[in-house]
């Protein structure tokens, strides 16, 4: 059931739940719901669907979750400002591997991290955040040289992180 106060929420934590079963659809009704911080639980991608429904989120931190790939309903979070998943490093065959082209309608995306996530390459429409990304964070990811080019030239104004002691400032 959904408590009349959900409404009015701007801001959640979720650490160390069980979300492997269907969350409820409550974030829909939360219209004031503007953060979101998840961490230590395992996701099922069903439960992420539901929490991509969230009208005004902002911001979204998936931090140490057990999770599979990124369901393209990440799209519907319009108005995502700053999007962090970090993988839990200790489960090995717990990676992303793909992000969804969805990412690049994400046009008011600043600060997105990537880290441990088990990508070899971005999709392209990550490009058209070229005008608002400010900083991308892809440490612990297997990108070639050519991946790195490649996304360094989509993203010509954005501050790139592939290492942790390593970083490409725009020019």
């Known amino acids: 059931e959904e408590p009349i106060q959900w409404t009015k929420l701007k801001s959640l934590d979720i650490i160390e739940v069980d979300l492997r079963r269907d969350l409820p ?3 829909t009704s ?15 991608t069903q439960s992420q669907k539901h929490l991509f429904d969230a009208p005004e989120l902002k911001e979204l931190t998936l931090s140490d979750c057990e999770m599979g790939p990124i369901p393209n309903e ?8 700053k999007l962090i998943i970090n993988v839990d490093q200790a489960v ?14 994400f046009n008011v995306l600043k600060t997105l991290n990537l880290n441990h996530c088990g990508l070899k390459s971005l999709p392209s429409e990550i ?8 900083k991308l964070y ?9 991946s790195r080019e490649q996304i360094q030239e989509w993203l010509p104004n954005t501050d790139i992180y592939f290492w942790t002691h390593d970083i490409y400032l725009s020019t």
């Open 25 to 27: 659809g409550i974030f």
């Open 30 to 44: 939360m219209l004031s719901l503007e953060s979101v911080y998840i961490s230590h639980t395992e996701m099922s």
């Open 74 to 81: 990440i799209g519907n979070l319009k108005k995502l400002e």
């Open 92 to 105: 090995v065959n717990d990676q992303i591997k793909t992000i969804p082209p969805e990412i690049g309608e």
């Open 127 to 134: 490009q058209n955040l070229s005008k608002s990304l400010e």
């Open 138 to 146: 892809l440490v612990g990811n297997s990108f070639d040289e050519a």
